[in-house]
């Protein structure tokens, strides 16, 4: 069983920045493809960001070009760097390794307007 921890969400004003980290716990966290979603109340989860095993990175279009996914596998953290956010943002966001069934319990992002 894969445990995820994320951390970094807050309330912050439109355009601000916030940084997301998911510590993973195990020996295979090099292996996994990891990935960002996020949940809006009354909104299906999204995949926000995904990043391979090998470094290879997607976005949804909605953040393309304001939020980067990135890893350090020595430290088995994903992060997703957050800029120029905007209200329709706001959701809890989770790390999930999508060839497991693990979920973390989230990290609640606000973005005031």
């Known amino acids: 069983q894969v445990q995820l921890v994320e951390s970094g969400g807050g309330l912050v004003q439109a355009g601000g920045a916030l940084r997301l980290s998911c510590v993973v716990s195990?020996?295979?966290?090099?292996?996994?493809?990891m990935a960002w979603y996020r949940q809006a109340p009354g909104k299906q989860r999204e995949l926000v960001a995904s990043?391979?095993?090998?470094?290879?990175?997607n976005y949804a279009d909605s953040v393309k070009g304001r939020f980067t996914i990135s890893r350090d596998n020595p430290k088995k953290t994903v992060y997703l760097q957050m800029h120029s956010l905007k209200p329709e943002d706001t959701a809890v966001y989770y790390c999930?390794?999508?060839?497991?069934?693990?979920w973390g319990q989230g990290t609640q992002v606000t973005v005031s307007s």
């Open positions: 999930h390794p999508p060839s497991t069934a693990s």
């Open positions: 195990g020996s295979l966290f090099s292996s996994y493809g």
């Open positions: 990043i391979s095993n090998a470094g290879s990175t």
